[in-house]
């Protein structure tokens, strides 16, 4: 199974996903940023489209990773990462239904102040106009598709820890 944590820069994504993993026996994280890093590694360097997931083979380059880990581990696969654009969600996740691999999208959420917060007092990754232009697209999506499409985590006043633990327990129920 996979327990896709899906939501803006600011909103825990990886953070959480660390302590799901720990909740969640069997289980590992894989970063599907780590697919994005690898084609931006190719030289001389692929289309310049400002983000690695408007390439074509990112996506079900991610669904092929993911059904090969499994196969092999087995388990549950642990995956935070922003998708906001709707067609991407469909493309992956029904690649991922094609192998038959469960799929439970989970959105971690957070109202606009409280990412902004977030984001510009980042201790480790430091302010960042990259993750903060994320801000309307992720509101747009909540509005049109992302919620509907997933279980909400209302982020705003849990700790990284209360949120990893309702993923788990809706998960494990």
């Given at each position: 199974m996979i327990v896709w944590l899906n939501g803006t820069h600011g909103a825990g994504k990886t953070t959480t996903s660390a302590l799901v993993r720990q909740l969640i026996p069997?289980?590992?994280v894989f970063d599907a940023e780590k697919v994005g890093e690898t084609l931006m590694d190719i030289t001389p360097?692929?289309?310049w489209?400002?983000?690695f997931q408007h390439w074509p083979p990112w996506r079900p380059l991610?669904?092929?990773t993911a059904r090969r880990v499994l196969d092999y581990t087995g388990g549950t696969l642990v995956m935070p990462m922003t998708v906001l654009v709707e067609e991407y969600w469909q493309e992956i996740s029904s690649g991922l239904a094609e192998h038959a691999i469960p799929v439970r999208h989970f959105v971690l959420h957070a109202d606009q102040d409280t990412l902004r917060g977030r984001i510009e007092g980042d201790k480790v990754m430091g302010p960042s106009p990259f993750r903060l232009q994320y801000l309307e697209p992720y509101a747009e999506a909540a509005r049109t598709w992302l919620?509907?499409?997933a279980e909400v985590v209302d982020?705003?006043?849990?700790t990284p820890e209360q949120?990893?633990?309702r993923i788990?327990?809706?998960v494990k129920g």
């Open positions: 069997d289980s590992r360097g692929l289309p489209t400002g983000n991610v669904v092929e919620h509907a499409e982020t705003t006043h849990l949120a990893a633990a788990a327990e809706a």
